[in-house]
């Protein structure tokens, strides 16, 4: 919100997206009511009875939601057509546009070639697409409709409140290890219920992610991953 912004392993065969070497997403809340999402990577554990998502939708829903998205790190980055400051005319498609422009210029989205999402700040108003050709990105900045832009540059869920860990252990399917830490966290209670649930499902009675580098979800949970044992 724009606030100051027992061990215990199971093989399965049943299809837990996290037990299959794919890449999936799993939610959980800690001790403080601090919310996380955790990246399996392709062998990370998940909880048996977590809410599994395999697509970042929870970005989009957070926006619709009416949650800010903390976008300093970008406003501070050094502005170009990528990420090195270097313009992108040789790739005909961008990926993470972010826009800049002086005033909420409505007229701007039907222009873009994918879904742009509004994304309030306090001194600027930014639009940000998953995809976009050069040809239309520079089109925009000459007609004056984009001030700035920067690409390769995706939202994360940080810039929402939520602590984020990935597991990157091909062997035991864990630690998960801390890769983004929000500014200022959000929290359960401040959920809408339809966000909220899916967090619910998995608690670690004595963890404060914020103190967490690391965390071990089987010393906690029944759990599933891809080539444990019993």
Request: proline share 6%; hydrophobic share 40%.
């Amino acid at each position: 919100m724009s606030e100051s912004v027992v061990l215990h392993v199971e093989t399965t065969t049943e299809d837990y997206p996290a037990a299959h070497s794919m890449d999936s997403e799993w939610f959980a809340v800690d001790a403080h009511g601090n919310v996380g999402v955790f990246d399996t990577g392709e062998a990370g554990v998940c909880p048996a009875f977590a809410v599994v998502s395999q697509d970042v939708e929870l970005i989009e829903e957070m926006l619709a939601a009416g949650f800010d998205y903390n976008a300093d790190a970008i406003v501070a980055s050094e502005p170009g057509w990528s990420q090195n400051g270097t313009p992108s005319e040789k790739r005909d498609w961008l990926q993470s546009v972010w826009m800049e422009t002086s005033s909420g210029n409505v007229k701007l989205v039907p222009e873009t070639d994918a879904k742009v999402l509004w994304v309030p700040h306090p001194d600027l108003t930014m639009f940000y697409t998953s995809y976009m050709s050069s040809a239309n990105l520079r089109k925009l900045v000459k007609d004056g409709k984009v001030l700035r832009a920067w690409t390769d540059q995706p939202m994360e869920y940080q810039g929402f409140g939520i602590f984020h860990y990935s597991c990157e252990d091909y062997g035991f399917g864990e630690p998960y290890d801390l890769m983004d830490k929000p500014s200022l966290a959000v929290k359960l209670a401040q959920l809408p219920p339809n966000i909220r649930e899916r967090f619910e499902a998995v608690k670690f009675v004595d963890l404060n992610f914020d103190n967490e580098t690391q965390v071990y979800p089987r010393r906690y949970f029944q759990c599933f991953g891809w080539g444990t044992d019993e």
